[in-house]
């Protein structure tokens, strides 16, 4: 009977994304899982077609190779246009072995498969984290629920189902490479039988399907140190998706970014806020209160005659440098406001006080027009 195709197995169109198929692969397993249909050979073997397809597709070299070949990849006599005999223990080897071998050893692909006792290193896995300003300031311990692969606890990570083991593989002995030699040349590669895990499984369990690990939600305690910046990444070792038959789990990186401040900027360890004053107190002189990050209030005091980009530094105001006792300025910049929707009153006063100004009043606009009125007059002539 021919094999069904992996990605009609799944339910996916050809072009699914690595989310899609483990959507889908998530659903179909919980569906047909041998607990959910106990004493159904129809369903377990549904079961172990869904896992077959899933573990092809989701590996980007088998899945390039089976796009390609389709099964043909992966069986002896395979891939298609690579005749010749005298690769492998039985013959002919598939694409994706050679395709391994060739290019995988350079890239470092089939060197991280190669491994004793058939175990692989569980993939490394991302997860995206907005912190407010304010917990960037202070620091904080969150907890998260992170969806991953841990290990089949049914069968302890061997893949094998209770009771039995795995069984070292018999065309490659045990080291999960088979050397070719056709002609002059001898290569070696991944062996064909158990895909260079050096073992194979008769009798695979029920709950993990051989794979030796199962998907599911994890909570993990993060801890965010005070000063922490945007776009900082956080590494927990062995926190990533669990390694296939009791291989070593990957990591879990956590990838921080900090919300917009409705008041503050950041850049590095200073903090940068814009402060609009009115016109009379940037002409008059006078202060105003700022509240920072550490919830005290700052009194900000306004010499007569600011103009507006005046900067005034608060030493220490700022965030915390991380890991270190050292602490960042706060920089308070003012711009003045022009007043709005005048009474009779401010405006007659207004127009007053215009009238009785001079240069000595309003110097960098009586400057700049002076030069322009020069520049203007040299065109002309």
């Known amino acids: ?16 994304d690595e989310k899609e198929l483990k959507s889908a692969y998530r659903k179909l397993a919980m569906k047909y899982h041998p607990d959910r249909n106990p004493g159904d050979e129809a369903a377990e073997q549904k079961f172990k077609e869904v896992g077959e397809a899933y573990e092809t597709l989701k590996d980007p070299q088998k899945r390039a190779a089976y796009d390609r070949f389709g099964h043909a990849a992966f069986e002896n006599g395979g891939a298609g246009g690579f005749g010749g005999g005298g690769f492998g223990a039985g013959g002919q080897g598939g694409f994706s072995d050679i395709f391994e ?5 350079m890239m470092g692909g089939a060197r991280q498969r190669r491994s004793t006792g058939g175990r692989e290193r569980g993939a490394d896995l991302r997860y995206n984290m907005e912190i407010t300003l304010e917990e960037a300031y202070y620091g904080k311990t969150a907890q998260i629920r992170v969806p991953s692969s841990i290990q089949c606890d049914n069968c302890s990570g ?108 950041r850049d590095g360890a200073d903090l940068f806020c814009s402060v609009p004053i009115s016109m009379t107190t940037a002409a008059l002189g006078g202060q105003f209160d700022v509240v920072t990050l550490d919830g005290s209030k700052t009194r900000v005091k306004v010499p007569e005659g600011t103009q507006t980009g005046k900067q005034f530094r608060l030493r220490s105001k700022g965030m915390p440098v991380l890991r270190s006792s050292q602490t960042g300025d706060l920089y308070i910049q003012v711009t003045i406001e022009t007043p709005q929707k005048l009474s009779k009153r401010q405006r007659e006063l207004l127009t007053e006080f215009e009238s009785l100004s001079s240069k000595e009043n309003s110097p960098e606009s009586a400057g700049f027009f002076s030069r322009m009125k020069d520049f203007f007059d040299t065109l002309s002539n």
């Open 1 to 16: 009977m021919a094999k069904a195709d992996f990605y009609e197995t799944l339910g996916v169109k050809k072009g699914a």
């Open 101 to 105: 071998d060739i290019f995988g050893e």
């Open 158 to 265: 061997s893949g094998a189902k209770p009771g039995t083991h795995p069984t070292t593989c018999g065309t490659c002995h045990g080291s999960g490479r088979v050397r070719a030699a056709q002609g002059f040349f001898s290569i070696e590669r991944t062996c064909p039988t158990c895909h260079g895990r050096g073992q194979t499984i008769n009798d695979p369990c029920p709950k993990c399907a051989g794979q030796g690990r199962v998907t599911e939600d994890r909570s993990l305690s993060v801890n965010i140190p005070a000063g922490i910046e945007d776009g900082t990444r956080i590494r927990l070792a062995g926190e990533g998706e669990a390694g296939m038959r009791g291989g070593p789990s990957g990591d879990l990186y956590i990838f921080l970014s900090v919300k917009p401040h409705e008041f503050f900027q």
